[in-house]
């Protein structure tokens, strides 16, 4: 599976950007679809993703600021962010999980994209 992420860059603080993810290959069905982000010095942590059954689960920290969608197809995943903070300065990755045709469960990963969020 390979995954396609684009959209990040650099804004001001309460501004807005929206990521962007692409996902081909073998991929049968999609068992969920999100973002990561990985700040300096911290680990990865999940931001939002949607689940199988199309629901939008978030982190606290971007609630009622960031809305992740997908396409009907479950090939498409973005990720608009509003209100950003410096806080959310990270880069961000894109995550599918999906079965492939040999029903093996894969979690594939994108290239990181940075967001950048001056003061």
């Known amino acids: 599976v390979q995954l396609q992420a684009s959209g990040g860059g650099l804004v001001q603080a309460g501004g807005s950007l929206r990521l962007s993810c692409t996902a081909s290959?073998?991929?049968?069905?999609?068992?969920?679809m999100g973002w990561y982000r990985q700040a300096p010095g911290k680990q990865r942590e999940l931001v939002a993703y949607?689940?199988?059954?199309?629901?939008?689960i978030y982190t606290e920290s971007v609630k009622g600021r960031f809305a992740i969608s997908k396409d009907n197809a479950w090939r498409r995943v973005d990720l608009q962010m509003n209100s950003l903070k410096s806080e959310d300065t990270a880069v961000y990755f894109c995550?599918?999980?999906?079965?492939?045709?040999?029903?093996?469960?894969?979690?594939?990963w994108g290239h990181g994209t940075q967001v950048t969020v001056s003061s």
């Open positions: 949607i689940t199988s059954s199309g629901t939008p």
């Open positions: 995550n599918v999980e999906s079965f492939g045709r040999d029903g093996v469960l894969v979690a594939s």
């Open positions: 290959g073998d991929i049968f069905s999609v068992n969920n």
